[in-house]
């Protein structure tokens, strides 16, 4: 797809968006499809499952979603919205008011947005806009698939987008989630961000080696393990596990917020 033609299609979500739609019901089919998909679903209380759905429905209202090259399915829409849900999942309400639409590409692509080329650098799995593409993300659904089919690898693209979104809030993707930090915890999250990136970089952590990059894709990366792999974080990096309970406000042991243990 051209840079003109995803400006097109950009374009049309801001239309459609305007338009918003009200809340549906949660379709009964999906509960069977979260089971089988979402295991951070699989891992909630019956009372909790029904909160979860309540959000996914919420999101699905506020942002449009359309696919590339093929025909959006079910399975897609619910995997993005739980995506958007699990990190919020321990705050009462949230929207992800830096949010208007979500494209949906086939498979991964490279940094001109191109996903058919056979070359190697289709590497990305998923962006979220800046510029004139602002309140627009874009997401590869196999990218999107493959974390929440692998729960073993400590990574999710789709839940790393919409941290950065979180991050994202105050202006600035740096991240310093101002909109969930309490003030007091700020210097000691960047230096604990420090500490840990040095270690990534010195091939002395089991954290993805790409959040050595900066401050934002540690955080997005942190956040991956976080959601994937709670128990596991929680042993090698107890501190890392300790700031990220606080937040997103959830302690992944049961996936009880963290205001409720």
Partial sequence: MSRFLLQVHFAVHFYRKAKRHSVKPFPEDWH???MDNVLFYRNLSKDRQLIFQQKMMQFLSEVYIDAVQFELEELDKILIAASAVIPVFGFKEWHYTN???????PDNFNEDMQFSSKDNSRNIGGIVGNGRFEKQMILSKKALYHGFKNT??????GIHEFVHLIDKLDDRTDGVPERLMEHQYAIPWLNLIHKEMEAINDNHSDIRKYGGTNQAEFFAVASEYFFERPDLLKKKHPKLYKMLVKCFNQNLKGNVPHNKI
């Fill in 99 to 105: 949010l208007s639409g979500i494209l949906l590409y």
């Fill in 32 to 34: 069977k499809l979260l």
């Fill in 152 to 157: 073993t690898d400590k990574s999710n693209t």
